[in-house]
């Protein structure tokens, strides 16, 4: 085995006598590690996707939310209690949801207002390190305070500390609209989740919308965080069987899911495509291979005088097959795992470039190209390579075997 792998390299080191079969070989190793390089950037761009998705999305939304099922929910502390005692729930805090508009000068824009229990939100939540300049701090109730999103921030070119009025509709008895309630407040600070997510939320403490919307000690439901986030609609459902309460639920999934669903169907696109693109970059190998066993006819004859056998024939060509697809996949990884590594910077440069970016922050939930490099991800591509390449080989290394030697030599 080792005499077949020196002799394939002592090939591979002469080939430049032949100018064709050089070229091919070049061609054929850089078009695996472009191959390679490629499928390593687009898995780890997905991989960043479903990062940002849970660390990012899924950090600040609920996991799920639970609802009366006519109106507010009144004793939403017995029901919060019981979901706490289950064992699949992280954490469950009460929240107040309606919309509203908010009013700058002349600029009006639609919002989703959230109440939120300023302390406890900071528990069971990663929405306050997303306030700009650590303002959460001075989140509180009582003191005419909202925080906006940065989308919406800038589209009512309003600044931190500035003075919005918040407009309430406000419904009749006969479900009859009436003028809306004007309440004044101040922004204590803005949210910035780097997309879409930012674009019409607004935050208010609980205690202050609970007086605005004047419905007592009621609560629009409770949200609940669980401990396997992906399988958070099976855990609700089970959780509230156990419930007295006639209630009803919803999860991340029915707003986020389609998210998670297409980040998972193009990665099993990717692997496809990686089983493709390397395979047709690899059986270039084959055409490196059966022009170089043309070239070596008469080094093969030799071999064969001088005692190797088909076996130690058929190993040199594929030796040399394989060594060709390790050199091409090991550049493929390393030019891969540094394109990767910096691909949010690479792109940052590429939108100054072209001036405008690439993710629409009013369309995806982030506005970057996000990439984290799995080392699994990495070895898979490698080994379907190296693979790839033993099996392109086999061929042109089996036809090698059947020169004869008599011939060949008495041909020079």
Request: charged share 15%.
């Amino acid at each position: 085995m080792n005499l077949s792998l020196m002799t394939a390299i002592k090939f591979r080191q002469g080939r430049r006598k032949s100018g064709m079969v050089s070229l091919i070989s070049i061609i054929s190793t850089l078009s695996i590690a472009i191959g390679i390089a490629a499928l390593i950037i687009g898995l780890s761009a997905m991989n960043g996707f479903e990062y940002e998705l849970k660390n990012r999305v899924l950090s600040v939304v609920p996991h799920g939310q639970i609802y009366s099922q006519y109106g507010n929910l009144d004793d939403w502390q017995h029901i919060q209690q019981e979901l706490e005692e289950d064992k699949n729930i992280v954490s469950a805090a009460p929240f107040i949801s309606f919309t509203g508009l908010i009013e700058n000068g002349s600029k009006l824009g639609a919002v989703e207002v959230q109440g939120v229990d300023p302390q406890r939100e900071k528990a069971i939540s990663a929405l306050p390190k997303y306030v700009l300049d650590d303002r959460w701090q001075y989140f509180k109730n009582d003191s005419q305070q909202i925080i906006i999103g940065s989308g919406l921030a800038k589209k009512l070119s309003v600044k931190q500390g500035a003075w919005i009025t918040l407009l309430i509709p406000v419904s009749s008895d006969n479900n009859q609209l009436k003028p809306p309630k004007r309440v004044r407040l101040q922004v204590v600070g803005i949210l910035d989740l780097s997309g879409s997510l930012s674009n019409n939320v607004a935050l208010i403490p609980l205690a202050d919308a609970q007086k605005l919307l004047n419905i007592g000690d009621s609560v629009t439901g409770i949200m609940v965080n669980v401990n396997q986030v992906y399988l958070a609609k099976s855990l609700l459902g089970r959780a509230i069987l156990n419930l007295d309460e006639n209630v009803t639920y919803t999860s991340w999934e029915n707003s986020y899911g389609f998210m998670y669903r297409d980040i998972q169907m193009i990665r099993q696109i990717m692997y496809l495509a990686m089983i493709v693109v390397i395979g047709v970059a690899c059986f270039n190998i084959v055409s490196t291979l059966v022009i170089a066993v043309k070239d070596k006819q008469r080094d093969i004859a030799i071999l064969k005088t001088l005692g190797a056998n088909n076996r130690q024939i058929k190993h040199i060509f594929i030796w040399y097959g394989v060594v060709s697809g390790l050199i091409g996949s090991l550049l493929g990884v390393v030019l891969g795992v540094l394109s990767a590594w910096q691909l949010s910077n690479i792109m940052k440069v590429i939108e100054s470039l072209i001036g405008h970016k690439v993710l629409n922050g009013n369309v995806y939930f982030i506005d970057f190209l996000p990439s984290k490099i799995h080392a699994t991800d990495v070895l898979i591509v490698f080994i379907t390579a190296m693979l790839l390449s033993l099996i392109a080989s086999y061929y042109p290394a089996k036809r090698a075997c059947k020169i004869d030697p008599a011939k060949i030599l008495n041909s020079f």
